[in-house]
């Protein structure tokens, strides 16, 4: 039915008349969307550094299985490299390297603990991934050590290459990179075998070492760790091949990045302090140092302490009491120990590494 304009001008005054009532008695339809909204959880939550401030210790999941890196010793203490990052955070966080404690959890738990918070950060040779990094709901620090995935054999079974591992049964730990880059490249390679899966580490290099399977898979500083642990060391051979990138280092929680900020510049300062040649023997003659990069790495010049929310000598205390990234190695990883690790990788940009922290200032 065709309608006249006129009729249109007055349905449009109707409407508006209606509208006008409608609003005159119950107000305006804006009012119930203007309350105010409750906060976001984020918002509600303490950050992280008041939490573990108000605890008065730091706790970090960590390894009690990896010799070097993280692992009980016969006193009953937590050792290694992973744990000795644990404690420079302590250090710079609270003047104390001794104020934290170590959440020991399986490689399948540990983002779970870290996730509900029943620790602070995840240091436990844990590598980053962008599935991890994106759907853990993690964000990863500085790599602090750049490894690759190997496998170990026995000598006597003449094994050289990855072709030569056809049909046979390879012990893997679960929840790890590992077993995913085992199934990749095998199957890349045109490769069949049979992955025999274990909880732990230690339920995994167990059944290699008895024999239970022909070859145990994981990075290869796990494997330098493990052959120390095993019966007869020196009848198993690492072989000569890389499977995979993996850049190990400490995640947090998603959501705080002052947390973020802490844990990723107590690791830089770490390498910024062996790139510069300050240990924790000789700290202490630097904070005379005219140097303005030594002077506001050691807390001397600038406020870059507060900038994270910790004191300005955050970064002294965690050198003078943990040691620079050098010290953190060799101790726990490098020639005075029974894995005699070589650097590799892991030296500073200066010496042919991939270690190069950002400047502070």
């Not at 049979?194 to 580490?201: G, H, I, K, L, Y």
């Not at 726990?332 to 010496?351: A, E, H, K, M």
């Amino acid at each position: 039915m065709n309608r006249s304009p006129k009729f249109y001008v007055v349905a449009m005054l109707t409407s508006m008349v209606v509208g006008m009532v409608i609003a005159a008695c119950f107000g305006p339809p804006e009012q119930v969307a203007s309350e105010p909204e409750a906060a976001p959880v984020a918002q509600e939550m303490a950050s992280t550094l008041s939490v573990v401030q108000e605890r008065e210790n730091l706790v970090c999941v960590g390894n009690n299985q990896l010799p070097g890196f993280g692992f009980l010793d016969e006193s009953g203490a937590f050792t290694g490299f992973d744990v000795d990052f644990c404690s420079a955070i302590a250090a710079a966080i609270f003047g104390d390297a001794s104020a934290f404690e170590v959440r020991a959890a399986t490689a399948s738990e540990r983002f779970t603990v870290l996730q509900s918070g029943e620790a602070d950060v995840l240091l436990r040779n844990t590598t980053w991934t962008m599935s991890r990094d994106t759907d853990l709901g993690g964000n990863f620090g500085p790599t602090t050590f750049y490894d690759g995935q190997g496998i170990i054999v026995r000598s006597e079974e003449g094994i050289s290459s990855i072709e030569d591992l056809d049909g046979a049964a390879i012990c893997v730990q679960t929840g790890t990179t590992t077993e995913l880059n085992l199934a990749d490249q095998m199957a890349a390679a045109g490769i069949s075998y049979e992955p025999v899966v274990f909880e732990t580490a230690d339920e995994a290099v167990a059944a290699y070492d008895e024999a239970r399977c022909d070859a145990y898979t994981t990075d290869k500083s796990g494997l330098v760790s493990r052959q120390t642990t095993m019966a007869d060391p020196a009848a198993n051979t690492i072989l000569n091949l890389t499977l995979s990138k993996e850049p190990l280092g400490p995640m947090v929680r998603h959501g705080d990045d002052q947390w973020f900020d802490i844990v990723k510049w107590v690791v830089y300062a770490t390498m910024t302090a062996e790139e510069f040649g300050i240990t924790s023997a000789n700290v202490d003659d630097f904070m005379g140092s005219e140097d303005p990069n030594v002077r506001k790495l050691l807390g001397l010049e600038g406020e870059f302490g507060e900038k994270i929310g910790l004191s300005n000598d955050w970064a002294y205390n965690a050198i003078k009491q943990v040691g620079n990234y050098g010290e953190i190695y060799d101790r726990n990883l490098g020639p005075g120990t029974i894995f005699n690790l070589p650097r590799g990788l892991n030296s500073l940009y200066s010496d042919g590494g991939l270690l190069y922290a950002p400047p502070i200032r």
